[in-house]
Structures are given as C-alpha cells and as structure tokens.
C-alpha cells in the first residue's frame, strides 16, 4: 500500500515556543525548519510514501520543503493544527480519492524511513490507527485507509482522544525516530541521541555544540 503523508506546519516565527529554555528567539524559527526539512526528506525516502503534501502558510518553509519534493497546500482556514490537517486530507482526497493517508507531525527530525514503512504498514491493517509520542500523552502520526475520514484530534492529550475516538493505538517496539517529537529541550537531546537529519545536526551545534557522531 502507498501512502500520502499531511504533514502541517505553523508559521516558523510562531513554532516551538517550549524551545525557549534551549533556542532563542532569533534561533527557534531555523531549528522549526530543521526539524521539518529532515522530516519530510525522510519521509519522501521511506519506501511505502508516494507523495507528502505541507499545509502552510510559511513562504520560506514552503520554498524549502517544495524544494525537497513535497507539495504545499495553502493553510485556508488558518484555525490551528487539526483545521489545517482536515484541509490538507481534504485537498489530498480531491486529487486522489482512494489514497490511504496519514498525518504526520513537522518535528521528528530522527525520523528513519524504513521505521516509519513499518508503522505504516502496522497502520494499514486498521481503518484508523494512530501512534503515540515517546512521551506516551501526545500522537505523532494518525493513519487511514481509503474511504475512511481522518478526523484529526492532536493537541494537548491527542493519545487519550484519538483512542476515545475509535482509532487502534499501535504498539511497535522499534520505532523510536516516528514517536520522538520535539517540543521541549530534552526532547531535542533525545532525538539528537537517536541520531538526526543533517540540517537539524547544523542548526542543533549552533546550541549545544558539536553533535556526537558527525
């Protein structure tokens, strides 16, 4: 099964604002773009993705990412994460009804293509299945078969709602760079212990020095 990826992504100025004890201002919207940049290349690298659309309003984060190989989806309703993953699955059904999709977050810059296949394809026995964050209270990727709606519920305790909502949690041993978001300064020294994308590796020296093994 091939998959399209929404991957939505918030205006840089305004993303990782939780950042703040580890990045400063001026360094927090490069470290947002990092950490998309090394997302979606390894998503366009994983074997089971077809296509990965951005919803975003950001013009230098869609340069960018569209540089890469993605398609960028304008954010039209501008009313938050699950308005513009509702849009961009929306915009995504219209060109390709019958594609099986999956919401993946903008921050997994560990993120290894072939753990992500695996996810997939745990998620494709499912009509909705989604996976839980490292921190086992958020969600980092919400999956669905053709013909059947998203319905996305991210946010604060998005794993307790998407359970509530029907869809099958999977539990994968395995997966750690597609459950490591990062939102917090020990999220990023989490994923930099798994091993980051090469633009994050950049960005991330700039804070905390040299990353071990590059």
């Known amino acids: 099964m091939q998959w399209t990826l929404v991957i939505p992504?918030?205006?840089?100025?305004?993303?990782?604002?939780?950042?703040?004890?580890?990045?400063?201002?001026?360094?927090?919207?490069?470290?947002?773009?990092?950490?998309?940049?090394?997302?979606?290349?390894?998503?366009?690298?994983?074997?089971?993705?077809?296509?990965?659309?951005?919803?975003?309003?950001?013009?230098?984060?869609?340069?960018?990412?569209?540089?890469?190989?993605?398609?960028?989806?304008?954010?039209?309703?501008?009313?938050?994460?699950?308005?513009?993953?509702?849009?961009?699955?929306?915009?995504?059904?219209?060109?390709?009804?019958?594609?099986?999709?999956?919401?993946?977050?903008?921050?997994?810059?560990?993120l290894r293509p072939l753990e992500l296949a695996r996810v997939l394809d745990a998620a494709a026995e499912f009509p909705r299945a989604f996976l839980p964050d490292a921190a086992e209270i958020g969600t980092t990727l919400l999956a669905v078969r053709a013909g059947q709606e998203l319905r996305p519920a991210f946010g604060t305790d998005s794993r307790a709602r998407h359970r509530a909502s029907g869809a099958a949690e999977l539990e994968l041993a395995g997966v750690d760079s597609v459950r490591q978001d990062v939102d917090t300064g020990d999220d990023l020294r989490a994923a930099l212990a798994l091993g980051v994308g090469p633009r994050t590796t950049a960005v991330a020296a700039q804070l905390l020095g040299p990353v071990p093994g590059h």
Not at 70 to 88: F, H, M, S, T, W
């Open 9 to 110: 992504l918030k205006p840089l100025e305004r993303a990782k604002s939780r950042l703040s004890d580890t990045a400063a201002d001026g360094l927090r919207p490069g470290l947002a773009l990092a950490f998309a940049q090394d997302t979606v290349a390894a998503a366009l690298a994983c074997p089971v993705v077809g296509d990965v659309a951005v919803v975003t309003d950001d013009a230098l984060a869609g340069r960018e990412l569209a540089a890469l190989g993605a398609r960028i989806v304008p954010d039209e309703p501008r009313g938050g994460l699950n308005a513009a993953l509702a849009y961009g699955a929306g915009a995504v059904r219209a060109a390709r009804p019958e594609s099986a999709l999956a919401a993946l977050n903008a921050d997994l810059p560990a």
